[in-house]
C-alpha cells in the first residue's frame, strides 16, 4: 500500500507510523511545511521550547526516562547548529534521538542562502549516522531506516535534513513494513565460548567486582533484571558508573556506590584490588581508569559491550563479549545454572571483609554545619524527604551532579538523566522538562548548580507553558563549584573567572516564568523549603544557599590510580603534580 | 582465549591473535572497506581519521558495483596493533560500511598502485631516462621533443624506486593514485 503525499506529510505520517506521540522543536522558515501538518493532526504532541539546545536535551529526558526514542524538529541553520550540543551529548551517551532538521530548497544549497548551513556536514561527527534528502520519494524510508539506525546496536542520534522543496513536493509514501532490510543488524547475541569463558572465571574468582554501565540501562528493563539475578546469585560486590546508577539497586546489599573519579573508597579499592572485573555495558573512560598503567593491574578483565569499538580501546581485556547486555548475561546465566552455581565462597567471604573494612572508612563522611546548608547535607534531606516516591532525577553538571550520584539512591533504571560523558552545563533544566512530559504524574527533579542552570533557563517558559511541575533545586554556591575546586587544588587557589558577581534573584526569576520561587538560606528552613516545592503543583525553583567552598570528596586527583583516592579530611594541598594538571 | 567475534570488520585471525596486543611496534596495514556508494560517505570515513587522529598514508576509493551502489576503499595505515584493531572497530560501526579487510594479515594479499611521471629533458638524460622505463616496463603515454609522461604500475616501493631515479633525469611532476589492493586465490 503506497500513497501519494507531500513530504511534509510524509514526515508526519512516518512519526505516526514509529509510535511516536511527543516531538520537541522551534519552528522557522524551512520547517513550515512540515509544522503546517503539525498543526492539521493531533496524534502527535509537539512541545515548543525556547532553544533548540533545550529540545535536544528534552528529548534526551524523554528517550532516557522511557527508553523510546526522542524526537526534535528543528529549523535549517541556527536551528541546526544549536541542535549540535544535543546531538554531541547524545552520541556520548548512547541516546537514541531523531532530529529532524529544515534546509534551505535543494536548488539554493550550496549558495550561502539565508538561514542556510552545512547541517549534515557539521553534524556529521556528532551523529551515529545523518543524511540529507534530495528526493521526496526517499523521504518515509529514510525516517523509517533512521529509527532503526538510533534504536539498535548501541543507541545514538541520527539527523535528517530535509530541503524546503522536499517538503512540499509529492511523492510515494513507504510504510514501515515496507522498507528493505539494511545491512546495518547488529550483533545483539555474544559469543558461547566467551560467555563460557566468563563463567569459568566467575567460578573461580576470589576476588571479582561487577562494574556496569550506561549499557544495561539502554538494553532495557530485561537486562536490569537479569543483572539483578546474577549478582544475587553469586553474591559478588557491584559498583557502577554515573550513566549505569540505577540498574542494580542502591538499597541492594552487594551495593558499593558509584565508582570513578568521585566513586566511593569502597568501589574503587575493590576495582584496584580485584581478581575478576566484569564489565557489563560500561567503557573504560578516563573518569573511570584513572592512571591506565595502574588501573587494576591484578585483575582477569571481561568486558560485554554491543560496540566492538568500546572494546580494547584503552583497556585491553582477556574476556571480550560482543553482544547485547540482556542477551548475553540471559546466556551466563544459563551457563552458570547449568554448571552448578558455583563460586569460590570461602574466597569470597575474605573479599567481603575486605570490602566491609572499606566501607567502615565512610568516605562519604562530611562535617555538617548548624548555621550553613553543606550541599551534601542539602541532597540528603532531598533523597530523605523523596525516597520511595515515584520520582526520576536529572542534573546539571558540575558539583552538585556528583554529590547527587553520591547521596541519592536509584533502585530502578531510567530514573536517572545526567550528562555523563560530554558534561553538559545547561542539560538539567531541558532534560527534566523532556521526562516530566513523558511522565506527567511523576516527580521530577533537577538537581542544579546555579551556574548550570543559567546556561538553559529559558526553558522555565516551556515549563509553564506546558504545566510542567518540575522542581528545580539549585544548590546556590555563587561559584562555579568543580571549577574552583581544580583551581584549589591544581591551579594555587587562583580563582580565575569562577564565581557568579551577578546572579539573578531565583525567587523573582521564577516568579518572572510563572513559577513558584523559595528561598533557603539556613539548616532549619531546608526540610520545610524541599516540602513547599515538592507540594507546590507547578514549576518551582527552590534557590538554596549552600556553603560556597565546599569540596567534592572523596576524588581520584587526575593522573592517579585508584588506590590514591583524596578523602574529605585528607590535605589537598600539593596532592596533584604537575602531570595531573595537564588531565582533565 | 576465542577471539573477539566481529558481525563485519576484522576476522578472527586479527591481530591480536598473532601478536601481543600491547606491543607499541608501529605497524602498517591496508584496509579494504566495501561502503555504500552515497553522499558524504568518504567524508565519513575521512573524519574518522582526522578525529581520531589516525593516520593515512593512502586511500583510493572508486565504485565497485554500480548496481548494488558500492564502492571500495583501500585505506593504508599505521599504528599500533591496538590501534590497528580499533580503526578497523571504528571503520565497521559506521553505517554504511559493509565489510572491513585487514588484507595485512588475512593472508596474502597484492598491492598495486598507478603513477604518472612527467621527465623533461634532451640528450643523454633522455634517453636514459628512456632505457630506465624499459627496466620497470613503464608506459610511455605521451611524448614530446622534450618531455615524456611515463606510466608505471606497480607496488608502492617500485614506484618510489621509479621515482627516485627519474629525479635527476628531469622528474617535472607526479600523479599517484594511491594503493588498491586485494588478497590472493579465492
Known amino acids: 500500500m503506497t500513497r501519494q503525499m507531500s513530504g511534509a506529510q510524509m514526515v508526519v505520517q512516518a512519526l505516526k507510523d514509529q509510535g511516536v506521540d511527543t ?163 547488529p550483533q545483539v547475541k555474544g559469543d558461547i565460548d ?48 554515573l550513566m549505569g546508577l540505577g540498574a542494580y539497586p542502591a538499597s541492594g546489599k552487594n551495593w558499593l556506590g558509584m565508582l570513578g573519579m568521585h566513586g566511593t573508597y569502597e568501589a574503587n579499592l575493590a576495582m584496584h584490588d580485584c581478581d575478576l572485573m566484569i564489565n557489563v555495558g560500561a567503557r573504560f573512560d578516563d573518569r573511570i581508569t584513572g592512571r591506565l598503567e595502574d588501573f587494576s593491574p591484578k585483575s582477569k578483565k571481561a568486558h560485554i559491550d554491543i560496540d566492538a569499538s568500546s572494546i580494547n580501546k584503552v583497556v585491553h581485556v582477556e574476556i571480550p563479549i560482543l553482544g547485547d547486555v540482556a542477551h548475553v548475561l540471559e546466556d551466563v546465566l544459563k551457563i552458570w545454572k547449568s554448571r552448578g552455581r558455583k563460586t569460590n565462597t570461602e574466597a569470597l567471604r575474605g573479599w567481603w571483609q575486605q570490602i566491609d573494612k572499606w566501607r567502615a572508612v565512610n568516605c562519604l563522611g562530611f562535617h555538617n554545619s548548624d548555621s550553613v546548608i553543606k550541599p ?51 542539560y538539567g533544566l531541558p532534560a527534566s522538562i523532556g521526562v516530566q512530559v513523558a511522565h506527567p504524574q511523576s516527580l521530577v527533579i533537577n538537581v542544579a548548580g546555579d ?16 504545566d510542567l511541575p518540575v522542581k528545580q533545586f539549585i544548590m546556590n554556591n555563587e561559584r562555579l563549584g568543580m571549577v574552583r575546586q581544580w583551581q584549589q587544588l591544581l591551579h594555587g587557589e587562583r580563582y580565575s573567572h569562577s564565581w557568579s558577581e551577578a546572579l539573578p534573584d531565583f525567587v523573582k526569576l521564577a516568579d518572572a516564568f510563572g513559577g513558584k520561587g523559595i528561598l533557603c538560606e539556613h539548616p532549619d528552613d531546608l526540610d520545610d523549603a524541599i516540602n513547599a516545592m515538592l507540594a507546590h503543583d507547578g514549576p518551582v525553583i527552590l534557590d538554596c544557599r549552600v556553603e560556597k567552598h565546599e569540596n567534592c570528596f572523596p ?13 574529605g579530611d585528607a590535605t589537598t594541598e600539593g596532592a596533584i603534580d604537575t602531570g595531573g594538571a595537564v588531565l582533565v | 582465549m576465542s577471539a573477539l567475534v566481529l558481525k563485519k570488520g576484522a576476522s578472527r585471525r586479527s591481530a591480536y591473535d598473532l601478536k601481543n596486543p600491547l606491543s607499541d611496534t608501529i605497524e602498517t596495514h591496508t584496509l579494504a572497506v566495501l561502503v555504500d556508494n552515497e553522499a558524504g560517505v568518504l567524508a565519513r570515513v575521512i573524519g574518522l581519521f582526522s578525529g581520531r587522529g589516525y593516520n593515512i598514508e593512502s586511500l583510493t576509493v572508486a565504485e ?94 617500485k614506484i618510489d624506486a621509479f621515482v627516485d631515479l627519474m629525479r635527476p633525469l628531469g622528474l617535472s611532476e607526479i600523479a599517484r593514485t594511491g594503493v588498491a589492493a586485494m588478497s590472493r586465490g579465492t
Open chain 2, 64 to 157: 565497485v558495483d554500480h548496481l548494488g551502489h558500492l564502492s571500495r576503499i583501500t585505506i593504508v595505515t599505521t599504528g599500533t596493533p591496538q590501534v590497528i584493531e580499533q580503526i578497523k572497530a571504528q571503520l565497521a560501526r559506521i553505517v554504511p560500511v559493509h565489510d572491513v579487510h585487514d588484507l595485512t594479515v588475512e593472508g596474502a594479499s597484492v598491492e598495486r598502485e598507478l603513477a604518472m611521471l612527467k621527465v623533461a629533458g634532451t640528450g643523454e638524460k633522455r634517453v636514459e631516462a628512456m632505457r630506465l622505463a624499459g627496466i620497470f616496463r613503464a608506459a610511455v603515454v605521451d611524448t614530446t621533443l622534450e618531455s615524456f609522461v611515463f606510466e608505471i604500475t606497480g607496488t608502492p616501493e
Open chain 1, 194 to 241: 566467551a560467555i563460557t569463558a566468563l563463567v569459568a572465571a566467575i567460578e573461580k574468582a576470589k576476588k571479582p567486582v561487577f562494574y556496569t554501565g550506561g549499557g544495561v540501562i539502554n538494553s532495557g528493563h530485561g537486562a536490569s533484571q537479569l543483572l539483578r539475578e546474577l549478582v544475587a546469585g553469586t553474591d559478588f560486590p557491584i559498583t557502577s558508573t
Open chain 1, 376 to 426: 551534601q547535607h542539602a541532597i540528603q534531606r532531598l533523597e530523605a524527604l523523596t525516597r520511595g516516591m515515584d520520582r526520576y532525577v536529572t542534573t546539571e553538571v558540575g558539583q552538585h551532579q556528583m554529590w547527587a550520584a553520591q547521596f541519592m539512591g536509584f533502585e530502578d533504571p531510567n530514573r536517572w538523566m545526567t550528562s555523563g560523558g560530554l558534561g553538559t552545563m545547561g
Open chain 1, 451 to 466: 551556574a548550570s542552570f543559567l546556561m538553559n533557563m529559558q526553558e522555565l517558559g516551556t515549563a509553564a507553558q506546558y
Open chain 1, 555 to 567: 576524588m581520584i586527583p587526575s593522573g592517579k590510580p585508584h588506590n590514591e583516592m583524596l578523602l
Open chain 1, 23 to 185: 516531538v520537541f522543536g522551534y519552528p522557522g522558515g524551512a520547517m513550515l511545511p512540515i509544522y503546517d501538518e503539525i498543526f492539521r493532526q493531533s496524534d502527535i504532541r509537539h512541545i515548543l521550547v525556547r532553544h533548540e539546545q533545550g529540545a535536544t536535551h528534552a528529548a534526551e529526558g524523554y528517550a532516557r526516562s522511557t527508553g523510546k526514542p526522542g524526537v526534535v524538529l528543528v529549523t535549517s541553520g541556527p536551528g541546526a547548529t544549536n541542535a549540535v550540543t544535543g546531538l554531541t551529548d547524545a552520541l556520548m551517551d548512547s541516546i537514541p534521538l531523531i532530529v529532524l532538521s529544515g534546509q534551505v530548497p535543494t536548488f539554493m544549497i550550496g549558495t550561502d542562502a539565508f538561514q542556510e548551513a552545512d547541517t549534515v556536514g557539521i553534524t556529521r561527527p556528532c551523529t551515529k549516522h545523518n543524511w540529507l534528502i534530495k528526493d521526496t520519494d526517499k523521504l518515509a524510508e529514510t525516517i523509517h531506516f533512521a529509527f532503526h539506525v538510533a534504536t539498535s546496536g548501541r543507541p545514538g542520534p541520527v539527523l535528517i535534513d530535509i530541503p524546503k522543496d522536499v517538503q512540499f513536493a509529492t511523492g510515494r509514501y513507504t510504510p514501515p513494513k515496507k522498507v528493505p532490510r539494511s545491512h546495518y543488524q
